[in-house]
T-cell receptor, first 116, second 110 residues
Framework: DAGVTQSPTHLIKTRGQQVTLRCSPK?????VSWYQQALGQGPQFIFQ???????QRGNFPDRFSGHQFPNYSSELNVNALLLGDSALYLC???????????????FGPGTRLTVL | QKEVEQNSGPLSVPEGAIASLNCTYS??????FFWYRQYSGKSPELIMF????GDKEDGRFTAQLNKASQYVSLLIRDSQPSDSATYLC??????????FGSGTKLNVKP
């Protein structure tokens, strides 16, 4: 059973550039959430996709955008990179199931983005 | 006020002792609660979840929930050096939305 996969593992960009990160959810899952984790902090929710639509969004600027494909995989795009965007970007997958208290999220290995 | 608060630690316990990790949350309507373990440089790994008041045990781990006090804790019995990691508390205040605390760093000394 394939878990959540992300690519690339590491990425180095310069300020002002654009980056695309990719995620494939765990087999059987249909919902993808993206998180940003700065060093020493907990994951901060960026947004969530289900049925190819953004369903929820955290407090992140429009420079952060995403997409979900029919096979449930997802991309996170960040434009006009800033030094402060350097972080571990985590993708988490879950099952969109209303009313389930045990709806768990499983994380991928993450993409370490460094902005110089 | 943050949605989820955790003491950043580090919490140091000797090998074999009980480690107690605590978490408070602000949204009284929160439905379920999760504990993740994160080793340095790795992604969070789900340990267990709880959604009913009281205790839930899974091996050496026990999660405790008190919704009236908006408090959730994780006890690790017989702590091992391999348990040394950052423990993240996550709260699900509404359907499919999760908030994470900043984590508590646990050191288990041999």
């Amino acid at each position: 059973d394939a878990g959540v996969t992300q690519s690339p593992t590491h990425l180095i960009k310069t300020r002002g550039q654009q980056v695309t990160l990719r995620c494939s959810p765990k087999s059987g899952h249909d919902t993808v959430s993206w998180y940003q984790q700065a060093l020493g902090q907990g994951p901060q929710f960026i947004f969530q996709y289900y049925e190819e639509e953004e369903r929820q969004r955290g407090n992140f600027p429009d420079r952060f955008s995403g997409h979900q494909f029919p096979n449930y995989s997802s991309e996170l795009n960040v434009n006009a990179l800033l030094l402060g965007d350097s972080a571990l970007y985590l993708c988490a997958s879950s099952l969109w199931a209303s009313g389930r208290d045990d709806n768990e999220q499983f994380f991928g290995p993450g993409t370490r983005l460094t902005v110089l | 006020q943050k949605e989820v608060e955790q003491n950043s630690g580090p919490l140091s316990v000797p090998e074999g002792a009980i480690a107690s990790l605590n978490c408070t949350y602000s949204d009284r309507g929160s439905q379920s609660f999760f504990w993740y373990r994160q080793y340095s440089g790795k992604s969070p790994e789900l340990i267990m979840f709880i959604y009913s008041n009281g205790d839930k045990e899974d091996g050496r781990f026990t999660a405790q929930l008190n919704k009236a006090s908006q408090y959730v804790s994780l006890l690790i019995r017989d702590s091992q050096p391999s348990d040394s990691a950052t423990y993240l508390c996550a709260v699900r205040p509404s359907f499919n939305k999760f908030y994470f605390g900043s984590g508590t760093k646990l050191n288990v000394k041999p």
